[in-house]
């Protein structure tokens, strides 16, 4: 090995190129053997084996489909619904695809000839991997979408219980990187919990778009045996089936979707990331992180670097750059199926794995920060209150643009003379605008700032409350 050998899908699954006589799905009209490079880079075993579970149970329910149109007998049926059985068990137990093996519909289809004989040879009738693989795929997606909504509530309930905690603390809020407002840091970090509800929302859609059954369409015609496919459609967990043979084969919208999914959640992952990066930096000094997510560097000795918010940082690029691979692929695409769709797969499962990676590593990094809350409450500096200064005068029967005006001067002044709002005279305060009164320097409160804000969506404590009971009833237990 030179390190500078292709990888191949073939290659990437450990499988050497394929001897003559092999078992393959195709082959009757050629006259000479494949070629070993063509058998390299057509294979997608090394990416597809892991829809297994799915090739076997829509063969199974194929099989007994075609039994009650009476395609097949009842007794082959049931010797290829057992032979599948065991199949899954030799699979799960670790077989493992050979040579032969173009991808995994050979190879379910190979184990279940060695499994039952001649009747595995009557399983394809009316089907193809066409209708098959798109079948499988979704049926994989659908499961996909549960087990990344759970990761995604397992993140949220990280944020819901650092929100609790934090409901009597305040912290700067932040517009354009600049000290804007005082707020409950409770309502920051909600700040992120909520995007996540909406990539929960959009996951549960992709679920429903994953679950029109193509299987029944054949290789673009539809089948030519009298299946039931209402029936087929129930047992295979689907909420309708495919109205058009042609369009089924080939759509892959609801893996566009699911990586469109991933890539939002994955741009929001990146805000979530940043933003505590900033907060850890000895700079802000709002948060510290722990010891079982964080790294530390082989030559400076001091380093605690948080990698895994890092990494999701970064990671809203691959997710990216996987959903535009996909869309490239589709685009100009003519209809039917074609074999670049192959390629939908590698987009698909790259990218959720990825995400399984980087959701858990996000939620452990925030899960064991301390929050240093005087360091968050020292940087609520006064001029931060100016607005609640406007609003003041406002109360008063000041127009707000006036008000904001006259604060506008004070801030100035203070700017000039270098000091804080609250350490500026009251006469500093008059001579703005003469209804400026003693009290003030009340308005100068971040507490009060923060109480005042009790309308819905608000910083107020009140609100916030009920924001908490919001996000809390989002994750039924
Ligand atoms: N491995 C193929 C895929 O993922 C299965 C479908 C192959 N169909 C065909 N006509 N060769 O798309």
Same mark, same amino acid.
């Given at each position: 090995?030179?390190?500078?050998?292709?990888?191949?899908?073939?290659?990437?699954?450990?499988?050497?190129?394929?001897?003559?006589?092999?078992?393959?799905?195709?082959?009757?009209?050629?006259?000479?053997?494949?070629?070993?490079?063509?058998?390299?880079?057509?294979?997608?075993?090394?990416?597809?084996?892991?829809?297994?579970?799915?090739?076997?149970?829509?063969?199974?329910?194929?099989?007994?489909?075609?039994?009650?149109?009476?395609?097949?007998?009842?007794?082959?049926?049931? !010797?290829?619904?057992?032979?599948?059985?065991?199949?899954?068990?030799?699979?799960?137990?670790?077989?493992? &695809?050979?040579?032969?093996?173009?991808?995994?519909?050979?190879?379910?289809?190979?184990?279940?000839?060695?499994?039952?004989?001649?009747?595995?040879?009557?399983?394809?009738?009316?089907?193809?991997?066409?209708?098959?693989?798109?079948?499988?795929?979704?049926?994989?997606?659908?499961?996909?979408?549960?087990?990344?909504?759970?990761?995604?509530?397992?993140?949220?309930?990280?944020?819901?219980?650092?929100?609790?905690?934090?409901?009597?603390?305040?912290?700067?809020?932040?517009?354009?990187?600049?000290?804007?407002?005082?707020?409950?840091?409770?309502?920051?970090?909600?700040?992120?919990?909520?995007?996540?509800?909406?990539?929960?929302?959009?996951?549960?859609?992709?679920?429903?778009?994953?679950?029109?059954?193509?299987?029944?369409?054949?290789?673009?015609?539809?089948?030519?045996?009298?299946?039931?496919?209402?029936?087929?459609?129930?047992?295979?967990?689907?909420?309708?089936?495919?109205?058009?043979?042609?369009?089924?084969?080939?759509?892959?919208?609801?893996?566009?979707?699911?990586?469109?999914?991933?890539?939002?959640?994955?741009?929001?992952?990146?805000?979530?990331?940043?933003?505590?990066?900033?907060?850890?930096?000895?700079?802000?000094?709002?948060?510290?992180?722990?010891?079982?997510?964080?790294?530390?560097?082989?030559?400076? &000795?001091?380093?605690?670097?948080?990698?895994?918010?890092?990494?999701?940082?970064?990671?809203?690029?691959?997710?990216?750059?996987?959903?535009?691979?996909?869309?490239?692929?589709?685009?100009?695409?003519?209809?039917?199926?074609?074999?670049?769709?192959?390629?939908?797969?590698?987009?698909?499962?790259?990218?959720?794995?990825?995400?399984?990676?980087?959701?858990?590593?996000?939620?452990?990094?925030?899960?064991?920060?301390?929050?240093?809350?005087?360091?968050?409450?020292?940087?609520?500096?006064?001029?931060?209150?100016?607005?609640?200064?406007?609003?003041?005068?406002?109360?008063?029967?000041?127009?707000?643009?006036?008000?904001? !005006?006259?604060?506008?001067?004070?801030?100035?002044?203070?700017?000039?003379?270098?000091?804080?709002?609250?350490?500026? &005279?009251?006469?500093?305060?008059?001579?703005?605008?003469?209804?400026?009164?003693?009290?003030?320097?009340?308005?100068?409160? &971040?507490? !009060?700032?923060?109480?005042?804000?009790?309308?819905?969506?608000?910083?107020?404590?009140?609100?916030?409350?009920?924001?908490?009971?919001?996000?809390?009833?989002?994750?039924?237990?």
């Amino acid at each position: 090995m030179t390190g500078l050998e292709p990888v191949s899908d073939a290659l990437a699954a450990g499988v050497a190129p394929a001897a003559a006589g092999s078992h393959r799905l195709w082959g009757g009209r050629f006259g000479a053997q494949t070629a070993a490079a063509l058998e390299a880079v057509n294979k997608s075993i090394g990416t597809d084996f892991r829809l297994w579970p799915h090739d076997v149970e829509l063969s199974q329910a194929w099989a007994m489909s075609l039994a009650a149109a009476g395609v097949l007998s009842q007794d082959d049926a049931r !010797k290829i619904v057992a032979g599948l059985d065991a199949v899954a068990a030799k699979i799960a137990a670790g077989a493992q &695809p050979d040579a032969s093996d173009e991808d995994v519909h050979t190879m379910v289809d190979r184990l279940l000839h060695d499994e039952v004989g001649e009747p595995a040879s009557r399983l394809h009738t009316g089907r193809s991997r066409n209708d098959q693989v798109a079948t499988g795929t979704r049926m994989w997606v659908m499961k996909a979408c549960t087990t990344l909504d759970q990761s995604i509530r397992d993140l949220q309930e990280v944020l819901l219980e650092q929100a609790e905690a934090l409901q009597g603390d305040i912290m700067p809020a932040y517009t354009h990187m600049q000290r804007a407002q005082p707020v409950l840091a409770a309502h920051w970090v909600l700040a992120h919990f909520w995007p996540l509800d909406r990539d929960r929302q959009r996951l549960a859609q992709v679920a429903r778009s994953a679950a029109s059954l193509p299987l029944g369409s054949g290789a673009i015609a539809g089948c030519a045996f009298p299946i039931n496919r209402a029936r087929l459609q129930e047992a295979l967990g689907f909420r309708q089936v495919s109205e058009n043979s042609i369009d089924a084969v080939a759509d892959r919208d609801f893996i566009a979707e699911m990586l469109f999914v991933i890539a939002l959640l994955g741009a929001h992952l990146s805000r979530i990331a940043e933003d505590f990066i900033l907060l850890g930096t000895s700079e802000f000094g709002f948060v510290k992180f722990g010891d079982t997510f964080t790294t530390g560097s082989s030559m400076m &000795p001091q380093k605690r670097n948080p990698d895994a918010l890092e990494i999701a940082r970064g990671s809203g690029a691959r997710f990216l750059g996987d959903l535009v691979a996909l869309l490239g692929t589709l685009k100009g695409l003519p209809s039917g199926y074609n074999k670049d769709l192959q390629d939908d797969k590698r987009a698909l499962f790259g990218a959720f794995d990825a995400m399984q990676l980087v959701l858990p590593g996000v939620a452990g990094t925030i899960a064991e920060i301390t929050w240093q809350r005087a360091r968050m409450r020292e940087a609520v500096s006064s001029v931060m209150m100016a607005t609640d200064l406007a609003d003041y005068l406002v109360d008063r029967g000041v127009p707000f643009r006036d008000a904001h !005006k006259s604060v506008g001067s004070v801030v100035r002044e203070a700017e000039v003379t270098g000091k804080e709002l609250h350490m500026l &005279p009251q006469a500093a305060y008059t001579a703005a605008h003469p209804t400026f009164g003693d009290d003030v320097f009340e308005a100068l409160s &971040p507490s !009060k700032s923060v109480e005042r804000r009790n309308v819905d969506g608000g910083t107020g404590p009140d609100a916030v409350r009920r924001q908490l009971a919001a996000a809390r009833a989002s994750l039924p237990r």
